[in-house]
């Protein structure tokens, strides 16, 4: 005996009716919500994943399927240290319940002899170490998650790159291919986990719109993410403070910042007060120490910072370096306070070599010299 068959032929009628009438208006929205592209969604092609109403998502979002609410982030790991970047560069790890972190230490890599040279200071001993040769970048990071940044290369090839790292925690050396020759290193923890990710951005090629991140999460695992343009300078760091790098790029061409946050895969862009200009160098970082990174780039033509830190929204000049001598920005925490620090390192002229520092903490200005012409400065938190 049906369900139906307990009602009143009237009632019988007036159910059916309603019920068609529902089905009917179901089949409308669902026909609405599929031409508009308002259904989650995986592009076949990029693999970009769309949430309701076409909202991109990051690769490595979860599925959301209650449209009231915002998709959900995976829960963040609870760590035993809080990872500090600029740009995609590991700059300091606090121990938990530490007071303050240690300084950041001072750093070059030198080309020629593919050496680095840690000047070392409080906590960290004066360490060399030849890995490298010329050709290679150095990419800093931490790869093992042991809290030191590891020494470590990144060396074009063909038809794969080449990464080369020594884990800081065992000694051992690793060496994987990753990525080719013309892909811009963007090593940072995107999943949280405490260890660098390998990871890089290739520009637009073949004719592409878009440039594609690839990212290898030491959790996370593999993902690739469509995002940046022709011209787009990485600029990966935790802009919403929730212990993991958002993809995020610069853009010379209207001097824009655009990413994506990690906690909810809100798509943000910030622009304003930055003239054009070009050699541009991305700098984000925390330098107000709420936890949050502050968009930000440099530029050694005119050696002016613009900084938009979280507490203020607005992009604010300032200048701090030698423009005649082409200073590279070099910030990162040397006082320890959790706020970076205004830092340029200079190339060339009298001052080849000089690190100008000037301290977040009472604003005092260090100046040190170390490095020679043709280094790149890698200051970081290496703790030897
Ligand atoms: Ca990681
Ligand atoms: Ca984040
Ligand atoms: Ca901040
Ligand atoms: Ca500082």
Do not use: C
Not at 42 to 65: I, V, Y
Not at 248 to 260: A, C, D, K, L, Q
Not at 296 to 323: C, E, H, L, M
Not at 344 to 358: A, D, E, L, Y
Request: no cysteine; hydrophobic share 30%.
């Amino acid at each position: 005996m049906s369900l139906l068959s307990y009602f009143k032929p009237e009632s019988r009628r007036r159910f059916l009716y309603a019920s068609g009438a529902f089905a009917v208006l179901v089949l409308i929205s669902a026909g609405i919500f599929a031409s508009n592209g308002w259904f989650p969604s995986t592009d076949p092609l990029s693999g970009k994943r769309f949430g309701w109403f076409g909202e991109p998502l990051a690769k490595n979002a979860p599925s959301s399927w209650n449209p009231i609410a915002m998709p959900s982030a995976t829960p963040t790991p609870q760590l035993s240290k809080e990872y500090i970047y600029a740009g995609s560069r590991l700059l300091a790890v606090e121990d938990k319940n530490a007071s303050a972190a240690p300084p950041a230490d001072l750093a070059v890599w030198r080309p020629s002899n593919g050496t680095w040279y840690v000047l070392g200071g409080p906590g960290s001993q004066q360490t060399f170490q030849a890995w490298g040769q010329n050709g290679d970048t150095p990419i800093p990071g931490d790869f093992d998650g042991d809290g030191k940044t590891d020494f470590s290369i990144f060396r074009p090839g063909t038809p794969y790159a080449n990464w080369y790292i020594i884990h800081s925690s065992t000694g051992s050396q690793v060496n994987f291919q990753y990525a080719i020759s013309s892909d811009l290193p963007a090593q940072a923890d995107y999943d949280g986990d405490g260890r660098t990710d390998a990871a890089v951005y290739r520009p637009p090629t073949g004719g592409a719109t878009y440039g594609v991140w690839y990212i290898q999460g030491t959790t996370y695992g593999y993902y690739t993410y469509t995002w940046g343009e022709a011209g787009d300078l990485p600029a990966s760091a935790d802009y919403d403070g929730d212990g993991r790098a958002d993809i995020g790029v610069f853009r010379p061409s209207n001097r824009t910042f655009y990413s994506i946050h990690s906690s909810n895969n809100n798509i943000v862009n910030y622009s304003g007060n930055i003239p054009a200009g070009t050699d541009w160098q991305t700098v984000s970082g925390d330098y107000d120490g709420d936890g949050r990174a502050d968009y930000a780039v440099y530029n050694k033509n005119s050696a002016t910072w613009y900084v938009r830190q979280t507490s203020t929204g607005i992009f604010t000049p300032f200048t701090w370096g030698d423009p005649n001598t082409g200073d590279l920005a070099v910030q990162n925490d040397y006082d320890g306070d959790g706020k970076i620090d205004y830092a340029v390192w200079s190339p060339s002229g009298n001052n080849v070599g000089r690190w100008h520092i000037k301290n977040s903490s009472d604003g005092s200005t260090r100046n040190q010299f170390w490095g020679q012409t043709a280094d790149i400065p890698v200051p970081a938190f290496y703790r030897r």
